[in-house]
């Protein structure tokens, strides 16, 4: 009988320990303890009237939920390979955060490496900008050995960009942009521009379109409302100056054929031009190119803000004049509007169909991790299977990881970076996926200093900056520095459902 016992223990362990890793969000582990018997730590349910077991009927020896890595089974598609190789290129107010959210998560559940600025301040997201590749002092080494995804504002240069890849030909090159008086609008409003330029009116955008050239000289590079985005992705910026006179001095929007050619090269360095207008078909078309999981590209619409500027009337001679000032960013998104189009048309019906399927799950994504939903407090929302994704569940881990706050994920990857580092140093770090023992949580370090020490930290102060104990704690326990516990507040702090706290850097 014994021998019996032993051998279940083993394989338990065995089954367990195996698969602790193989959910990128580590579905079941908010709702399991660890119990070490003889040494060996073995992983039960947790118990409680709370655990709904008709969606964990997997723990009762069903099919176990997983995040595949190929997608669906019912066509072509099931035998691609997750790509984890991303460089972004992220545009100026166009929506990026959101993206960027979605490969932050990609990226830490898969524990990848991120290009990181060594600023620590709370402007570190634009220390790569404009060209902070070009000096590896401006950017952390890798962890692992090698940098797997780049997403923080820089400028397009292709060639520093593959020096930091080993295979930059294995590398999927992204961008986003927005339809450009969109774009105008939005960073009118987020630079606090009318103030900057001094217009004092109820309709500064007018005022300025009427005579941008007084508010914004010519001259002046690199410049907020000149073809802001066309620079981002490298139009050279004495380039921006001379169509801009041109198209002023000529009262038209005619381009030439250097702006048009800049919007080709574009379309063709890039494997995929992602719109504002079009996020969530953009979204799909990302997850189909990069083999992902529909639970991968779920997403909280970030710095969604609602300001005067957005709704302010333009009339057609106003938006004629944005046109001309505007010169390079106009015929770029046309190009690679027609291109975005162009790719939903031919993959047709089945596509919208997933669009529309992707919106369903991400609005009841939203509804449960908001806690507007009548599931338990620590029940999983399970999300059925389809033509589209395998079953999976959503847990409040998974919420907490949607709703981090993006200098707080930024501040996170760092510390774990310069941890994975100095593992040679800190014991405490496991350095791959191999089962290592948990620190069990004393009552006295719950809310107090002990976990911002060298044992859980690299960068504590910044980590008290930038993070929630909730979000902090959720990061130690996915790090495996801390036991799950039970508490009265277990909720609020591994439980990341309810209202999403206003963060977010730009």
């Keep these: 009988m014994n021998g019996k016992i032993a051998l279940l223990i083993l394989v338990t362990s065995a089954v367990v320990l195996a698969g602790w890793y193989y959910d990128g969000s580590r579905l079941l582990r908010a709702d399991l303890r660890p119990v070490v018997i003889h040494d060996v730590a073995v992983l039960h349910p947790r118990p409680g009237p709370t655990t709904n077991l008709t969606k964990l009927s997997f723990l009762k020896g ?21 790509r984890t190789k991303i ?41 790569l900008y404009p060209k902070g590749l070009k000096k590896k002092s401006n950017y952390l080494p890798p962890q692992g050995g090698a940098f797997d995804i ?67 000289p010519r001259l002046s590079l690199p410049s907020l409302t000149k073809s802001p985005m066309a620079l981002d992705l490298g139009f050279p910026p004495t380039a921006v100056i001379s169509a801009t006179a041109l198209s002023l001095r000529n009262h038209s929007e005619k381009y030439s054929s250097t702006i048009r050619d800049f919007a080709r090269k574009i379309s063709e360095e890039f494997d995929l031009v992602m719109l504002t207008e079009f996020f969530d078909e953009s979204l799909v078309l990302f997850k189909r190119m990069m083999c992902w999981q529909l639970k991968d590209i779920l997403y909280y619409k970030s710095n969604g803000y609602i300001y005067k500027q957005k709704e302010e009337v333009l009339n057609e ?79 409040p881990d998974f919420c907490t990881l949607a709703k981090l706050g993006i200098r707080c994920y930024m501040t996170l990857l760092r510390d774990r970076n310069l941890r994975v580092r100095n593992a040679s140093h800190n014991t405490n770090f496991p350095t791959n996926n191999a089962y290592e023992p948990l620190t069990r949580i004393d009552n006295d370090k719950r809310y107090g200093e002990g976990f911002y020490t060298e044992r859980y930290c690299q960068i504590c102060e910044d980590i008290k900056r930038d993070c929630t104990l909730n979000e902090y704690l959720t990061h130690l326990f996915h790090e495996r520095l801390i036991y799950p516990f039970d508490t009265s507040f277990y909720v609020s702090v591994h439980g990341g459902r309810g209202p999403v706290e206003k963060t977010l850097e730009e």
């Design 317 to 395: 001679k106003l938006r004629q004049s944005h046109k001309r000032w505007d010169v390079v960013d106009y015929p770029l998104y046309e190009k690679l509007n027609n291109t975005l189009r162009g790719k939903i048309k031919e993959l047709g019906n089945d596509f919208l169909s997933e669009v529309d399927h992707f919106k369903m799950v991400n609005a009841k994504m939203h509804q449960y991790c908001l806690g507007n939903s009548n599931i338990g407090e620590r029940d999983y929302l399970a999300i059925e299977k389809s033509t589209w994704n395998e079953m999976f569940v959503i847990t």
């Design 150 to 216: 780049l997403a923080y504002h820089t400028i397009y240069d292709r060639k520093a960009i593959a020096d930091l890849f080993k295979k930059p030909e294995n590398v999927a090159f992204v961008t986003l942009l927005r339809e450009p008086l969109s774009q105008f609008r939005s960073s009118f409003n987020y630079y606090r521009l009318a103030k900057s330029f001094n217009i004092v009116s109820e309709t500064p955008m007018a005022s300025f379109l009427q005579n941008p050239v007084r508010y914004n």
């Design 62 to 82: 069903t099919a176990r939920p997983t995040t595949m890595s190929q997608p669906t089974p019912e066509d072509s598609r099931q035998a691609c390979q997750e």
């Design 87 to 127: 460089v972004f290129i992220k545009t100026h107010k166009t929506g990026g955060t959101s993206f960027i959210q979605i490969l932050h998560r990609f990226g830490y559940l898969r524990n990848l490496s991120f290009v990181i600025p060594t600023r620590r301040n709370t402007g570190s997201m634009n220390g």
